[in-house]
Each structure stands twice: as structure tokens, then as C-alpha cells.
């Protein structure tokens, strides 16, 4: 299973941007579960949203209300819409699929089988 984010960049406090992870490759069971994390320098990658098949969803309470994550299944993508964004949303963003089916739509488990590169978002003030 292949993932490749996008839709990172630079954006001021207070705006919206919309990242992608475009799945492919694995198998159907490989992107039952998914979820978006981030990491800055020197600091543990923290969940942020995590997604299953059924559309069930959590969020790391610093996110909630702000950010959205959903899954379009007729192309395997998958988004995080994040509104209201702060400096401290500041990280790399990873797109992560396939973690056991014991931590499906977890935010707090981060052994995903599979990881795409990142896509970086700066939020400045």
C-alpha cells in the first residue's frame, strides 16, 4: 500500500486548508482504518484523527471542532479538513492505514502498518 499526501503549506491563524492522502496499491482490508498525524521537531508524533470503514471517527481533543476527517471510498483518499488553524497546528502531516484492527480509528495508537512522507503545514500568526 502506497499513501501520498498533499494540500500542506503556508496559511495564516484563522484560515483553512484541506489535505489529501491518495491510497494505492494493498489490499481492500488495508485502508478499512486510517488516520492523519503530525509531528514536530524533537517532539513524539501525536494522532490527530482516525477514521474506519463505518465512518466512525475520533479526534485528539486539540483538534476537535476544528478539524474533519473523512474518506471517500470510490478513489481510496482520504482528507483532513482543518479550519480555524493556529500556530500551533504548525508539523508535518503523516496519512497512516492498517493499524491492528484492535486500534481502528484510534488516535491514540501509533502502530500503523503503513505511513505516507508527510506534507508539511505552517500556520502563522
Known amino acids: 500500500l502506497q499513501l501520498v499526501e498533499s494540500g500542506g503549506g503556508p496559511v495564516q491563524a484563522g484560515g483553512s486548508l484541506r489535505l489529501s492522502c491518495a491510497a494505492s496499491?494493498?489490499?481492500?482490508?488495508?485502508?478499512?482504518?486510517m488516520a492523519w498525524f503530525r509531528q514536530v521537531p524533537e517532539k513524539e508524533r501525536e494522532g490527530v484523527a482516525a477514521?474506519?470503514?463505518?465512518?466512525?471517527?475520533n479526534y485528539a481533543d486539540s483538534v476537535k471542532g476544528r478539524f474533519t476527517i473523512s474518506q471517500d471510498s470510490t478513489d481510496n483518499t482520504l482528507y483532513l479538513q482543518m479550519n480555524s488553524l493556529k500556530p500551533e497546528d504548525t508539523a508535518m502531516y503523516y496519512c497512516?492505514?492498517?493499524?491492528?484492527?484492535?486500534?481502528?480509528?484510534?488516535?491514540?495508537?501509533?502502530?500503523?502498518?503503513?505511513w505516507g512522507q508527510g506534507t508539511q503545514v505552517t500556520v502563522s500568526s
Open positions: 497512516a492505514a492498517d493499524p491492528p484492527l484492535t486500534f481502528c480509528s484510534s488516535v491514540t495508537y501509533n502502530g500503523y502498518n503503513f
Open positions: 496499491g494493498g489490499d481492500r482490508y488495508s485502508t478499512y482504518c
Open positions: 477514521i474506519d470503514s463505518d465512518g466512525n471517527t
